[in-house]
């Protein structure tokens, strides 16, 4: 099996992951809950999916930078679930920072919409940094630390995995 039927359709599933990734991340509730206990659910399960797409995004660059990487079809298979893991890297910190900002006011400054959100993980993950947005509370600081690592460690590396072997995929 292979060949450009298999590329292209690749590349529809991705495409299709990340809209969905795009519209759970603008659709899913996170407004601020007077029950204790749902509120701590929340966001115990809000920490469990940061650390799971954490591990999978970490788990596909290993896979990538091993001296057994998958080569052909599996290759192109293998960049398109990284790169489809580091879009639900980004939107899972955004989705993070959100739900700090909205249950703990004063923890962001500047942060009142998904959108804002969405800009400072990427402003964050990309170390641009505006500084119109920025994290203000010891909790939101703690979030931040932890994509600035996730940055560094994980997503800098699975981009630059992913670019660089599509380019030399093109190159053939």
Not at 33 to 57: E, K, Q, Y
Not at 103 to 122: H, I, K, S, W
Request: aromatic share 6%.
């Amino acid at each position: 099996m292979g060949g450009k039927g298999s590329y292209r359709r690749e590349q529809r599933w991705a495409l299709a992951a990340c809209v969905l990734l795009v519209l759970a991340y603008f659709l899913v509730p996170v407004e601020a809950d007077p029950n204790g206990l749902r509120l701590a659910l929340r966001s115990a399960g809000t920490l469990a999916l940061v650390v799971i797409v954490a591990l999978l995004v970490t788990r596909q660059v290993r896979r990538q930078l091993t001296g057994h990487a998958p080569t052909g079809d599996a290759e192109v298979r293998a960049l398109i679930r990284l790169a489809v893991a580091l879009v639900a890297g980004v939107l899972t910190f955004a989705l993070a920072d959100y739900v700090v900002a909205n249950t703990r006011p004063g923890q962001f400054v500047n942060m009142e919409t998904r959108v804002d959100a969405l800009y400072f993980a990427l402003a964050t993950l990309t170390t641009i940094g505006y500084g119109d947005v920025h994290a203000q509370g010891q909790i939101a600081r703690v979030v931040v630390c932890a994509q600035m690592l996730f940055s560094i460690g994980v997503v800098t590396t699975g981009a630059s995995i992913v670019v660089r072997q599509l380019a030399g995929r093109s190159r053939r």
